[in-house]
T-cell receptor, first 112, second 114 residues
Framework: DAEITQSPRHKITETGRQVTLACHQTWNHNNMFWYRQDLGHGLRLIHYSYGVQDTNKGEVSDGYSVSRSNTEDLPLTLESAASSQTSVYFC???????????FGEGSRLTVL | AQSVSQHNHHVILSEAASLELGCNYSYGGTVNLFWYVQYPGQHLQLLLKYFSGDPLVKGIKGFEAEFIKSKFSFNLRKPSVQWSDTAEYFCAVNSGGGADGLTFGKGTHLIIQP
């Protein structure tokens, strides 16, 4: 079955370190998204991509970057982790730009 | 920019009670509307969606939602809730053009007491 997987599922890091969260989908979807989920804020869009070599900033993109070198993967990088980036991160993909999103199981990141 | 408001952040109901969760959005053009559910410890799943046509849409597990364009609303309903409906519920919208992904509401934490 096609799926979307995130790794690591849990990570603890220190302020200032670089962190990369991986997202891999096997649906061959062109559209991929990264959200963060925080209490009181719901889900907020960080970055998204509509295809290989395409990346776009979302609502809360500061301090994050993504790259899309193939269809299957959209890694999210925190160049210099900050405590404000402690959150649960969800990757998602969709066949259509406005279609149903398929979510990964989330990556819980703690920045000390 | 579009925004989504969910009126109730926490709702506590008893089993068999009826449920209605409010959702309002700000975008004035053509919209696509969604309700997602996140059960404890799990990832988000789609409950139902509205793109066009009949404004009353039915989803999984007995949920339904009604799109009322004049009120910019897409409220989620269920006639009789079960303990297993305890979860976080998110309303989401994107514009008809599909740009910029989905905008989510802040979520409603629903607790069903047995």
């Amino acid at each position: 079955d096609a799926e979307i997987t995130q790794s690591p599922r849990h990570k603890i890091t220190e302020t200032g370190r670089q962190v990369t969260l991986a997202c891999h989908q096997t649906w061959n979807h062109n559209n991929m998204f990264w959200y963060r989920q925080d209490l009181g804020h719901g889900l907020r869009l960080i970055h998204y991509s509509y295809g290989v070599q395409d990346t776009n900033k979302g609502e809360v993109s500061d301090g994050y970057s993504v790259s899309r070198s193939n269809t299957e993967d959209l890694p999210l990088t925190l160049e210099s982790a900050a405590s404000s980036q402690t959150s649960v991160y969800f990757c998602a993909s969709s066949e259509l730009r406005r279609g149903k999103l398929f979510f990964g199981e989330g990556s819980r990141l703690t920045v000390l | 920019a579009q925004s989504v408001s969910q009126h109730n952040h926490h709702v506590i109901l008893s089993e068999a009670a009826s449920l209605e969760l409010g959702c309002n959005y700000s975008y004035g053009g053509t919209v696509n509307l969604f309700w997602y559910v996140q059960y404890p410890g799990q990832h988000l799943q789609l409950l139902l969606k509205y793109f066009s046509g009949d404004p009353l849409v039915k989803g999984i597990k007995g949920f339904e939602a009604e799109f009322i364009k004049s009120k910019f609303s897409f409220n989620l309903r269920k006639p009789s809730v079960q303990w297993s409906d305890t979860a976080e519920y998110f309303c989401a919208v994107n514009s008809g053009g599909g740009a910029d992904g989905l905008t989510f509401g802040k979520g409603t934490h629903l607790i069903i007491q047995p």
